[in-house]
């Protein structure tokens, strides 16, 4: 069973459209776990701009584990470069465990996909649910 972080990036799309794909995330039985951490909740927040979404997004949080990184880690693992606003999303993902990390954020994380860091599994989550169908 997996335990799978999601990135702020997921969260924002999982609430930004009612029917949207990502949703099914929601639904799968091979998912243990969704986690996600405080700080991207937050950042997804800030970006959606109608109400509604922000309903849809808290109501979607309400079975999702919030996490936090429990490491305080000053560095990321070897040869792993972040922007500073994403060391968090992948210290969290570490420090709880996941294994997987699903982000949409193919311009900071896409040279990552399909590697695995300290046991994450860094995927788009596309890729994660075609792997489930």
Do not use: C
């Amino acid at each position: 069973m997996d335990i799978v972080f999601l990135d702020a990036s997921v969260l924002f799309s999982a609430a930004y459209r009612p029917k949207a794909k990502v949703l099914k995330l929601w639904r799968l039985p091979e998912v243990a776990r969704l986690i996600s951490s405080p700080y991207a909740a937050a950042e997804a927040a800030r970006n959606l701009s109608e109400q509604e979404q922000r309903y849809r997004l808290d109501e979607l949080l309400q079975s999702v584990e919030l996490v936090i990184d429990t490491t305080q880690r000053a560095r990321l693992p070897e040869g792993v470069e972040l922007p500073e606003k994403d060391v968090p999303i992948l210290q969290a993902a570490i420090s709880a465990h996941a294994s997987h990390l699903l982000t949409s954020d193919l311009k900071h994380f896409g040279h990552y996909f399909w590697q695995i860091i300290e046991g994450v599994m860094i995927l788009p989550p596309a890729v994660y649910l075609k792997a489930k169908e």
